[in-house]
């Protein structure tokens, strides 16, 4: 019912977004979430902490650690690189997604160079 609203909804926010893509994430169709993020960004939406939040979350679900990659880079472009709460999600998904504990430590020091800044 939520989707066929959604839909139909004239004009989407993007709390819409954030509300549909965490309901995909926490409902196991992470595909689904993530594939509602590329369309939001597509309409130029941009995404908040939250949706960034949501977004690596469905990577983890997905064990997709370069695709959560990605979708952290495009906001490391944007004005939410300077949020420090935007690199918890991040954390949270390279622990899920890395098993090696050295491999981790190479994730680490190759993804934050000339990316947001995490203190």
Known sequence: MAERLFREMPEKNLLTWNAMIAGCIENCRAEDGVKLFRTM??????????????????????????????????????????????????????????????????????SMEGCCHLE
Not at 66 to 78: A, D, I, T
Not at 81 to 97: F, H
Request: a negative charge; aromatic letters at 6%.
């Open 41 to 110: 960004v597509g309409f130029g939406i941009h995404p908040n902490s939250s949706t960034l939040n949501s977004i690596l979350l469905g990577c983890s679900e997905l064990s997709a650690l370069q695709l959560g990659r990605q979708e952290y880079q495009l906001v490391c472009k944007s004005p939410l690189s300077d949020d420090t709460t935007a690199g918890t999600p991040l954390i949270g998904m390279y622990c899920k997604c890395v098993s090696d504990g050295g491999q981790l430590e190479i994730v680490f020091e190759g």
